[in-house]
């Protein structure tokens, strides 16, 4: 009998560049949209989904930013959308019930979460 898994799993600031490397490779051409949760208390919800191509840390000087990629596949010519989050202060990853991981959390320094949900493997809702 297998352990059960943690729902949610914190990274380490110095595991980023690597846990965001293997992200990417796990879940490249997974849909995705994002939601966005103010400190203030205002959600933003994303009305089209893009397929994840990657996501990255950047830092540069004291700025840390994470950089994703997706790309809108609705159109003849496909866009690759880039969304920056700056001055990132925290990374969690939220586990399905199959294990595979079906939200990137990201939180920047004003308190604001960046919410990345995967389509889910386990009963394709995003």
């Known amino acids: 009998m297998s352990e ?11 595991n980023w560049e690597k846990f965001l490397q ?17 400190s203030s208390g ?5 009305a089209e989904e893009g397929h994840f191509k990657s996501v990255a840390l950047d830092k540069n000087g ?9 790309t809108d596949q ?4 496909e866009e690759t959308m880039t969304d920056t989050i700056e001055r990132v ?3 969690t990853a939220q ?11 990201i939180t920047d320094e004003k308190n604001t979460l960046f919410s990345l949900r995967f389509e889910s493997k386990v009963d394709g809702a995003s």
Do not use: W
């Not at 004291?62 to 997706?70: A, D, L, P, S």
């Open 42 to 46: 205002k959600t933003v919800e994303e």
């Open 95 to 105: 586990i399905d019930t199959d294990g595979s991981e079906d939200i990137l959390e």
């Open 62 to 70: 004291n700025k840390t930013q994470v950089i994703v990629k997706r």
């Open 4 to 14: 059960p898994r943690e729902p949610r799993k914190q990274i380490s600031p110095d």
């Open 74 to 77: 609705t159109s003849e010519n």
């Open 22 to 38: 293997e992200f990417s490779a796990r879940n490249t051409n997974r849909r995705a949209r994002f939601n966005i949760f103010f």
């Open 89 to 91: 202060r925290g990374i």
